[in-house]
């Protein structure tokens, strides 16, 4: 009998406990909070233009999105949580949702604020030391630029040589062969002159002779 009654004493105790607990385990249940669609688009603050591709991430979880090129967005939240607005270039915003929602959709207007860094000047040099750099830059050949291997190409010398050993192009042709047939024509039922008098034939003859052009080549 007496172990009866210890029998029972020990389920009753085990029974008030589990409801104890369950009790207590229930208490601190926070309650259900509703799903919401959350979507907007992100702006601008200064002149309402979208910020394409931003960063859109729930606090505290693995959950988040990107808006598109045009700065839209849309992400299922629950309420009261924390969203964490991103991008390259502005200021990082957070964005509580509201637990006084009557519907299961909500629509906003996010702006950013413009987040300007200057970095320190930062000088690379190929060398490792100052003197190495140093003895380099004075050193160093310089090579011609363009302007000095065109004046170059277009010395005199230069041009006479490459004029004389370019071959004629058609419209020269056709040129020098109008002016011979002109010739022809000037001095039909003439003899034409013989440059052997011409005193301006000798002198270019003269000419060419004391600058070496007649000059036999192998």
């Known amino acids: 009998m007496q172990s009866f009654l210890k029998y029972l004493l020990f389920v009753s105790f085990l029974l ?14 926070p309650p259900q909070r509703n799903v919401i669609q959350f979507s907007g688009l992100v702006m601008t603050g200064d002149s309402l233009k979208a910020v394409p591709f931003t960063t859109i991430r729930v606090k505290n979880t693995r959950r988040g ?3 598109d090129f045009h700065g839209f967005f849309s992400i299922t939240v629950r309420e009261r949580d924390t969203l964490q607005f991103s991008s390259v270039g502005f200021k990082e ?3 509580i949702v509201p637990d006084t929602l009557t519907s299961s959709r909500y629509s906003t207007v996010q702006l950013m604020t413009r987040d300007t860094i200057h970095l320190p000047e930062t000088v690379i040099y190929p060398w490792p030391t100052r003197e190495q750099f140093r003895y380099a830059f004075l050193n160093t050949e310089i090579p011609d630029d363009d302007l000095d291997r065109a ?7 230069e041009m006479r040589e490459r004029f004389e050993k370019m071959p004629l192009d058609g419209y020269s ?8 047939y002109s010739e022809r024509l000037y001095y039909a039922g003439q003899r034409p002159p013989m440059r052997i008098f011409d005193p301006f034939a000798w002198g270019e003859f003269i000419q060419a002779w004391r ?5 036999r080549k192998d």
């Open 65 to 67: 999105t990107i808006s």
């Open 93 to 95: 915003v957070q964005y």
């Open 16 to 29: 008030s406990g589990l409801l104890i607990f369950n009790r207590l385990s229930g208490s601190e249940q």
């Open 173 to 180: 042709n056709f040129r020098h062969m109008n002016n011979q």
């Open 211 to 215: 600058e070496g052009r007649f000059k």
């Open 151 to 157: 004046m170059r190409n277009l010395e005199r010398a």
